[in-house]
T-cell receptor
């Protein structure tokens, strides 16, 4: 069966450390993978996209890797801050831009000061 | 400012009633989507539309209906046939040249 798994429902880290979130998938062939941030009671906000032929993408303190052999994406937040506390969702896209994304259940990150 | 607006933010419905959730965008995006979010379940796709007057069922379309008469608007009707409608409903849009979704702020529907 097809699955997207974000391996931790919750992750607690101290301010200044690097947070690493994992997204694994089974029986999908994604053309790209995206990461979103969601705050309680709000809609998700797009953060980063990485395509199947890209190994790594960076945006400020964020870094995403994509390993199609391992069927895994890692999402890193360096020098984490309490304001980074939120739920982070990964999403797969299998086709062209108009087709629908498939979302994981999310990992809730808590950064303590 | 360009964006996507969902209304109302909170909605209460009696069992047996149909309700319609509004979703409007002024981003000139072609594709629009409806997802449902339940605690511990993640986002599940209800319907999506890539162009006006066309839409496709998602994984959990039963008990829902949509229309796409205008590019800007993609309303979702939750019918009385939906057995467990209490949930947080999210609408999103995407332009054809940009792969990231823009989400609305959601509508929380409660059946009373």
């Amino acid at each position: 069966s097809q699955k997207i798994e974000q391996n931790s429902e919750a992750l607690n880290i101290q301010e200044g450390k690097t947070a690493t979130l994992t997204c694994n998938y089974t029986n999908y062939s994604p053309a790209y993978l995206q990461w979103y941030r969601q705050d309680p009671g709000r809609g998700p906000v797009f953060l980063l996209l990485i395509r199947e032929n890209e190994k790594e993408k960076r945006k400020e303190r964020l870094k995403v890797t994509f390993d199609t052999t391992l069927k895994q994406s890692l999402f890193h937040i360096t020098a984490s801050q309490p304001a980074d506390s939120a739920t982070y969702l990964c999403a797969l896209g299998e086709g062209q831009a108009g087709t629908a994304l498939i979302f994981g259940k999310g990992t809730t990150l808590s950064v303590s000061s | 400012d360009g964006g996507i607006t969902q209304s109302p933010k909170y909605l209460f419905r009696k069992e047996g009633q149909n309700v319609t959730l509004s979703c409007e965008q002024n981003l000139n995006h072609d594709a629009m989507y409806w997802y449902r979010q339940d605690p511990g379940q993640g986002l599940r796709l209800i319907y999506y539309s890539q162009i006006v007057n066309d839409f496709q069922k998602g994984d959990i379309a039963e008990g829902y209906s949509v229309s796409r008469e205008k590019k800007e608007s993609f309303p979702l009707t939750v019918t009385s046939a939906q057995k467990n409608p209490t949930a947080f409903y999210l609408c999103a849009s995407r332009g054809l040249l940009h792969y990231g979704y823009t989400f609305g702020s959601g509508t929380r529907l409660t059946v009373v």
